[in-house]
């Protein structure tokens, strides 16, 4: 026995009563649309054809939609994936010009790093030479000073023999 509800009123019962059918009578009413199955939700019609027609097409127009969600969802995807890769490509030559230029930039310390340690060292040749001068210059100043000192002053003309006499002046 399968218990139902009856969609129509049957044999004095009123709609919306419960009752029980064999297979068979419950098979022939349900198909009428007279009955459902009591699952304790209540009294629900069985679907007619026109009802099933209109669920289909709006299941159909439902799956359309979802269809062009997923559609632009991919394309979405798409887009957002090649976006991606092309910042990755920008990404990666940045790093190659960055990377060319660091390299650029150590040569160039590099260089200027050799010119200033030869500008030191030729500095520091000059500051020894300029010292040696200096050293040079100085021992010739204690040398001068220690020489006897010499008269500026002309010694008297010697007369030579046969030479006229000097004349003497009296001062």
């Not at 009752?19 to 007279?34: T, V």
């Not at 199955?37 to 669920?55: C, I, N």
Request: with cysteine; aromatic share 2%; charged share 35%.
């Amino acid at each position: 026995m399968i218990k139902a509800i009856l969609l129509k009123p049957l044999d004095g019962d009123p709609e919306g009563s419960v009752r029980e059918f064999d297979r068979a009578d419950f098979d022939r009413l349900e198909a009428m649309g007279a009955i459902c199955v009591d699952d304790g939700t209540g009294p629900r019609r069985k679907l007619s054809v026109l009802d099933v027609a209109a669920q289909i097409a709006a299941g159909t127009e439902e799956l359309a939609r979802l269809d062009r969600l997923v559609t632009e969802a991919g394309e979405r995807h798409r887009k957002a994936v090649d976006a991606a890769a092309e910042a990755e490509r920008t990404t990666a030559e940045r790093l190659d010009v960055l990377r060319r230029d660091v390299v650029g930039t150590e040569r160039s310390t590099a260089e200027r790093l050799d010119a200033l340690k030869r500008s030191v060292a030729d500095a520091e040749a000059a500051a020894q030479e300029r010292k040696r001068v200096l050293a040079h210059e100085a021992e010739a100043a204690k040398a001068e000073k220690a020489a006897p000192a010499v008269s500026n002053k002309a010694a008297p003309p010697v007369a030579n023999k046969g030479d006229p006499a000097a004349p003497v002046t009296k001062g």
